[in-house]
């Protein structure tokens, strides 16, 4: 079976690599995120936004038909306290932007940290939204200020009852900006940029995972998406009663009504009985496509390579708040324990909620429809009462093309340590950097290192810095119409896989050197990662080339291996082919005991995020 190009904007090689394909139909539907920081703590809920791959961005809080020569598709979401001083609640933004922070597929990083990702946000506003979300005056920054800092009883009760106080008291962050979190200072022009949501709008897959589920749609339905984002931005938000989930329920209401779209009142879902969630809407979207027999299409859409972990898995408020899990922290899962074993009546009640929630299992609809061969099998399989062994088979052997076999994982693996070990031997990397190489689970680890390395050197967060001799400087390895920029900026950009080829060609050791570590975290990444978090096995076999070319200009070399091994990708399809394999990695990596192990190493090392 040859390898699938997704038809519309949404699959995840399209803003790696920055290919576009022309769409045919219209697509609308839902972007389900992975909980993360304090929601991870408190409700495991995640977010949700509407997707819609033909229509254009008009400002930051409307949508349009596109012109001649736009590429098409938006994201829409809505949040409270987009910025500071702006009164609206929903964040329209084209779908490169809002998931890696750049309109242009070339500067895609190849990692990601929080100082690359505050760089690619003050650019992305200094280029597209500052018209909409202008700078402030040092005078009204003062009376935000002094608003902020005077007693509310509401603000008060709202950070506890999210656990803001208590996560502030036991483990204060350092701020990057000492204006935050009103204002973020622009390192080159000196300008207080509004802090505020927009930022979890903007580079969204550097901070967690997404799964994308769309369905085709009339050029005529589409378009009923842009009077109906308008009349929302003159409603406040409610966290309550209209909320991001309320948002997109409304928005899939709009399009899908005179299809056959229904949402059940919220009062017979058990776990999310006082508020609606992004679990609950992305249930119920899939339940009409299964009733209606709509063709859905699903993406995964990993969260970049970099110093974050694996964000928390999605559930629901209400299991997310009674239910014990480790990767809501420590904290959170020792206090669940403890009240539960303390009052068997609310232990009781979570055991009810959990098996209650009949919420879609987000991570098991990734791994049966992740892909678009994926979803039409699925699909197929789904609705024959009686799927044949040929439609079971193909579906299988699709499963296994895309996520890889365990043993093609474990090969490339094996590989990458002789690399490694090679590159160890001549000096390219220290005992440190090999050390944190492959530990399952935390492939955050090497960039964290790189990270701490720049901070010793006054250079906060920045990968690039912590990766380079300290007696040499960011910008030595960087465009110089970009180091000129300001320190800070330059030493905030990670290269994109069109440059690393640039510095791998180059004459200069020092570049070829960066371009060498910068590959090497990029596979560490996938390869130290849990399966589950993986990218699919076509992405990451484009980077293993590209790292072998890159190695290679460094000196190291497979021993023998000309040309080098096959991709995950041919030797997955053809270990299933020879009946040596029938389960992929992902779906190994989703039984008892592998899930009983990543919850142990949640519980003993922190929580995936």
């Given amino acids: 079976m040859s390898c699938p190009q997704n038809r519309i904007l949404v699959g995840c090689l399209i803003w790696f690599f920055g290919w576009t394909i022309p769409l045919v139909r219209a697509d609308v539907g839902i972007v389900l995120y992975e909980s993360k920081g304090v929601d991870a703590r ?68 190849v990692l990601s940290s929080g100082g690359t990702l505050d760089a690619m946000q003050i650019e992305y506003w200094r280029e597209h939204l500052r018209p909409f979300l202008p700078p402030l005056s040092q005078e009204r920054y003062q009376e935000l200020k002094a608003e902020l800092e005077r007693f509310d009883a509401g603000r008060t009760f709202r950070k506890l009852i999210s656990m803001e106080l208590l996560i502030g008291v036991l483990g204060p962050q350092k701020k990057e900006y000492p204006t935050e979190p009103i204002a973020l200072i622009d390192p080159v022009t000196q300008e207080l940029i509004p802090n505020g949501r927009w930022r979890e709008a903007i580079g969204t897959a550097h901070m967690r995972s997404s799964i994308l589920i769309t369905a085709p749609t009339t050029t005529d339905q589409e378009e009923l998406l842009i009077p109906f984002i308008e009349a929302v931005n003159a409603q406040p938000f409610q966290a309550l009663t209209d909320n991001c989930s309320d948002f997109v329920e409304a928005g899939l209401l709009e399009v899908f009504a005179d299809s056959g779209l229904r949402f059940r009142p919220r009062i017979t879902n058990v776990a999310n009985a006082w508020i609606t969630s992004p679990i609950e809407v992305g249930t119920e979207f899939l339940n009409y496509a299964k009733r209606q027999d709509v063709p859905i299409t699903v993406s995964l859409m990993p969260m970049l390579a970099g110093t974050r972990r694996p964000t928390a898995a999605i559930t629901s408020i209400g299991r997310g708040a009674l239910v014990p899990t480790p990767s809501q922290g420590k904290l959170a899962f020792a206090m669940k324990i403890y009240f539960n074993t303390l009052n068997p009546l ?17 991570k098991r609809l990734a791994h049966e429809r992740g ?6 099998i699925a699909a197929s399989v789904g609705h024959q009462n009686k799927p044949t062994d040929e439609v079971r088979k193909a579906w299988r052997r699709e499963q296994v093309r895309v996520f890889g076999t365990s043993s093609c994982w474990k090969a490339k693996q094996q590989e990458f340590d002789r690399l490694t070990a ?41 990968l690039v810095t912590g990766m380079q001799s300290a007696t ?5 390895f960087l465009p110089a119409e970009i180091g000129q920029e300001s320190v800070k900026t330059a030493s905030a950009v990670v290269p994109g896989r069109p440059e690393i080829r640039d510095m791998a060609d180059s004459d200069q050791p020092d570049k070829r050197l960066l371009a060498f570590k910068l590959m090497t975290s990029v596979i560490n990444y996938d390869l130290s990662a849990e399966p589950v978090h993986r990218r699919i096995s076509q992405a990451f076999d484009e980077d293993w080339r590209l790292y072998l070319e890159v190695a290679q200009k460094n000196g190291l070399r497979l021993p023998g291996e000309t040309p080098p091994h096959e991709p995950i990708e041919s030797c997955s399809c053809r270990q299933f082919d020879e009946g040596k394999a029938v389960l992929d990695a992902f779906g190994e990596a989703d039984g008892f005991w592998n899930w009983l192990g990543r919850e142990s190493r949640s519980t003993a090392f922190g929580a995936n995020r």
């Fill in 422 to 462: 090679q590159a160890q031997e001549v000096g390219l990397l220290n005992p440190a950097e090999r050390g944190l190489m492959l530990k399952m689970g935390r492939p955050f680890l090497l960039p964290r290192l790189y990270e701490r390395t720049a901070a010793a050197l006054q250079h906060e967060g920045m």
């Fill in 346 to 362: 609310l232990g009781l009640t979570s055991l009810s909620v959990d098996k209650l929630s009949r919420f879609v299992d987000v």
């Fill in 42 to 109: 408190r409700t495991s809920s995640g977010h949700i936004a509407l997707i819609a791959t033909n229509l254009c961005a008009e400002g930051i809080d409307r949508v349009r038909t596109c012109r001649d020569g736009e590429e098409p598709g938006i994201v829409a979401t809505r949040y409270a306290n987009l910025a500071y001083g702006y009164d609206r609640s929903v964040f329209v933004s084209p779908i490169r932007g809002h998931f890696m922070a750049t309109t242009d597929a070339a500067r895609i990083p």
């Fill in 472 to 476: 040499l400087a960011a910008e030595h």
């Fill in 371 to 376: 892909g678009g061969d994926l979803s039409r």
